[in-house]
């Protein structure tokens, strides 16, 4: 299963170089992320006071007791969290085609940039999304922050199974109405939607301030076309429609040209926005993604 390859050591190794690429730094929820003079959180140095019992130990400082004889503390300028929410889609297009491992590759994708985050210690989440019982169910971990309980992401991401409609825009709207304040969403999807979709759901983001990144995720018989040839019919995994088609050359050769115009409308969509756009095309490609193309393009760094 390609998404245990995120907790694979050898490939966490390779991703301890990488920083989640922040543009903006924002208020996770008021009360939380102001900046101010604060013990031990942080790590610009902003003033010293004198020590008072119960302080924090590992904070005084050792120069100035050796030359005045004083305790004092040191208060550092706050660091302002960012919470990030890595929502993938896990709804019944993206367990096809069954060999091409979207959903694989999307866990794998998702749970790699937690990791990244929660290296540079910001607080993070999963969310997947589908209809159930013909409402959008979410399911989400809890926020972690700390590298050190990046193991206990592994259950959730091992037991996604897919299913059910997308509906992207509720989906996004379903989020919102948890009333996080401002932070960072990366919503990894296969875009098998109409455009004003997932558009409405983008916007929607944006609306809600957050800093927002799109990894388009498609497998790689989906994007070639490579099925074997012949006489098929066909049933739509998420709407139940059936119809009847002829795979051969013309089939692939329309397949290649339905995926790069997907793309290409979302690109262009993203640009116009001011969102970092990404494509994750095939699931071989986990490691070129995430160490070459994710920096390229600013979504890790």
């Not at 730094?25 to 790590?43: N, P």
């Not at 109409?194 to 609306?207: N, T």
Request: hydrophobic fraction near 40%; charge should be neutral; include cysteine.
């Amino acid at each position: 299963m390609l998404e245990s390859r995120a907790f694979d050591p050898a490939f966490l190794r390779r991703l301890d170089g990488l920083m989640l690429g922040v543009q903006r730094a924002r208020t996770a929820r008021s009360g939380r992320r102001t900046l101010g003079r604060v013990q031990g959180l942080g790590i610009e140095p902003e003033n010293f006071r004198e020590y008072t019992e119960g302080d924090d130990l590992r904070f005084l400082d050792w120069n100035s007791y050796a030359r005045l004889d004083e305790l004092t503390i040191r208060t550092f300028r706050a660091e302002r969290q960012v919470e990030v929410t890595v929502a993938i889609d896990a709804s019944a297009s993206m367990g096809l085609p069954r060999g091409d491992d979207k959903l694989g590759l999307a866990m794998a994708l998702g749970a790699s940039m937690a990791y990244v985050a929660m290296a540079s210690n910001e607080a993070v989440r999963l969310v997947t999304f589908a209809t159930h019982r013909g409402g959008v169910h979410l399911d989400s971990t809890p926020f972690r922050r700390r590298r050190e309980m990046y193991p206990a992401l592994r259950p959730f991401v091992e037991q996604v199974r897919c299913g059910g409609e997308t509906r992207l825009a509720d989906a996004v709207g379903k989020l919102l109405l948890q009333r996080r304040g401002p932070g960072i969403v990366v919503l990894i999807t296969d875009l098998l939607v109409p455009v004003g979709e997932y558009e409405e759901a983008l916007d929607r983001l944006l609306a809600a301030r957050h800093e927002v990144k799109l990894v388009h995720v498609m497998g790689h018989t989906e994007i070639s076309g490579e099925y074997p040839p012949g006489n098929y019919l066909i049933r739509d995994s998420e709407t139940g429609v059936t119809s009847e088609v002829i795979l051969g050359p013309r089939a692939a050769e329309a397949c290649r040209r339905r995926a790069e115009r997907i793309s290409a409308q979302a690109e262009a969509f993203c640009s116009a926005h001011g969102i970092v756009y990404a494509r994750a095309f095939g699931a071989g490609g986990l490691d070129e993604i995430m160490m070459r193309e994710f920096p390229r393009l600013g979504i890790v760094r």
